[in-house]
């Protein structure tokens, strides 16, 4: 017998169940339509899934990010992979609502109402912990003042792209003495305001520190692999937004959403996004060596 106490790790009576917690975890799924539609088991599990998923990638950002702080490149580089390959596989998830018909849908869709992925705090949890920071997403949780604090401490925090700038400032002197085919200038201290607020100088002094990171990339193997993965995760953010948009046209076309978006209108706009722009745009003025 538990006694009611948490089992330990290790107990002889710890179970895969117990350990996992299912059957908590299986009661979690509770369709509103009545009767329950048979589709809506499926609409609940995949966003379920995600917010789980979501819930490991805030975890790896974190390590991330204090990796980055510590100047240990290569374990930053690997957690930012693990990120990559989950968001993969929520590309690839996300096509799985497409063996929904969209009359099907409709079914139940009017029950989810007002209830929409705006409302998902942990996904603009992500963005911000990527350097995409927007108060403006407040008001989607003007109901839940405890979401709106979570936003409001992810606003203050180190992101991503903060604690990558403050790496190459940091390094900025022992960068020097490796680069062996070019130079470029230091790092500003305060590179990931002037990324979004400077002048096309700042801009362009801080291109022109990532420069030679991509040049000479043998001389800067780790650096290199950190920004690839960064650039990475950018790529499958921006992957993952574009297939949202292609399943929700799917089924269904050019509906507002059920929390008053413009639907897929409103999700195209937002594949542009980049949380490393400067990182992409690197690429323009790379050189061919001789």
């Given at each position: 017998?538990?006694?009611?106490?948490?089992?330990?790790?290790?107990?002889?009576?710890?179970?895969?169940?117990?350990?996992?917690?299912?059957?908590?975890?299986?009661?979690?799924?509770?369709?509103?339509?009545?009767?329950?539609?048979?589709?809506?088991?499926?609409?609940?599990?995949?966003?379920?899934?995600?917010?789980?998923?979501?819930?490991?990638?805030?975890?790896?950002?974190?390590?991330?990010?204090?990796?980055?702080?510590?100047?240990?490149?290569?374990?930053?580089?690997?957690?930012?992979?693990?990120?990559?390959?989950?968001?993969?596989?929520?590309?690839?998830?996300?096509?799985?609502?497409?063996?929904?018909?969209?009359?099907?849908?409709?079914?139940?869709?009017?029950?989810?109402?007002?209830?929409?992925?705006?409302?998902?705090?942990?996904?603009?949890?992500?963005?911000?912990?990527?350097?995409?920071?927007?108060?403006?997403?407040?008001?989607?949780?003007?109901?839940?003042?405890?979401?709106?604090?979570?936003?409001?401490?992810r606003m203050g925090e180190h992101d991503l792209k903060s604690a990558y700038y403050e790496l190459l400032h940091e390094l900025g002197s022992q960068l020097g003495d490796r680069r062996s085919t070019m130079k470029g200038p230091a790092m500003p201290k305060n590179?990931?305001?002037?990324?979004?607020?400077?002048?096309?100088?700042?801009?362009?002094?801080?291109?022109?520190?990532?420069?030679?990171?991509?040049?000479?990339?043998?001389?800067?193997?780790?650096?290199?692999?950190?920004?690839?993965?960064?650039?990475?995760?950018?790529?499958?953010?921006?992957?993952?937004?574009?297939?949202?948009?292609?399943?929700?046209?799917?089924?269904?076309?050019?509906?507002?959403?059920?929390?008053?978006?413009?639907?897929?209108?409103?999700?195209?706009?937002?594949?542009?996004?980049?949380?490393?722009?400067?990182?992409?745009?690197?690429?323009?003025?790379?050189?061919?060596?001789?």
């Amino acid at each position: 017998m538990h006694g009611g106490g948490p089992v330990q790790v290790g107990s002889s009576d710890l179970t895969y169940n117990d350990y996992l917690k299912i059957p908590e975890l299986l009661s979690l799924q509770q369709p509103q339509s009545e009767p329950a539609h048979h589709d809506e088991l499926l609409f609940i599990i995949i966003h379920q899934a995600y917010e789980l998923w979501f819930k490991l990638i805030l975890h790896e950002m974190e390590n991330a990010i204090r990796y980055m702080g510590e100047k240990k490149i290569l374990r930053a580089h690997h957690f930012m992979k693990r990120i990559t390959e989950i968001m993969r596989l929520l590309v690839q998830q996300i096509h799985i609502l497409e063996t929904m018909s969209p009359a099907e849908f409709l079914e139940f869709r009017d029950r989810l109402m007002p209830a929409s992925g705006f409302q998902s705090v942990q996904f603009r949890e992500i963005e911000f912990l990527a350097g995409l920071k927007d108060e403006r997403y407040f008001a989607h949780f003007k109901n839940r003042p405890d979401f709106v604090e979570i936003l409001r401490k992810r606003m203050g925090e180190h992101d991503l792209k903060s604690a990558y700038y403050e790496l190459l400032h940091e390094l900025g002197s022992q960068l020097g003495d490796r680069r062996s085919t070019m130079k470029g200038p230091a790092m500003p201290k305060n590179a990931a305001e002037l990324e979004l607020k400077g002048s096309p100088e700042d801009r362009n002094t801080i291109l022109r520190a990532i420069l030679p990171i991509y040049q000479d990339q043998e001389n800067h193997l780790p650096l290199y692999l950190l920004s690839e993965s960064l650039v990475e995760f950018d790529e499958f953010f921006a992957l993952w937004r574009e297939h949202h948009v292609r399943v929700v046209e799917r089924v269904i076309g050019f509906k507002h959403g059920t929390g008053g978006s413009s639907g897929a209108e409103y999700l195209r706009s937002t594949t542009v996004k980049k949380a490393f722009p400067l990182l992409w745009e690197v690429r323009t003025y790379l050189e061919k060596r001789g």
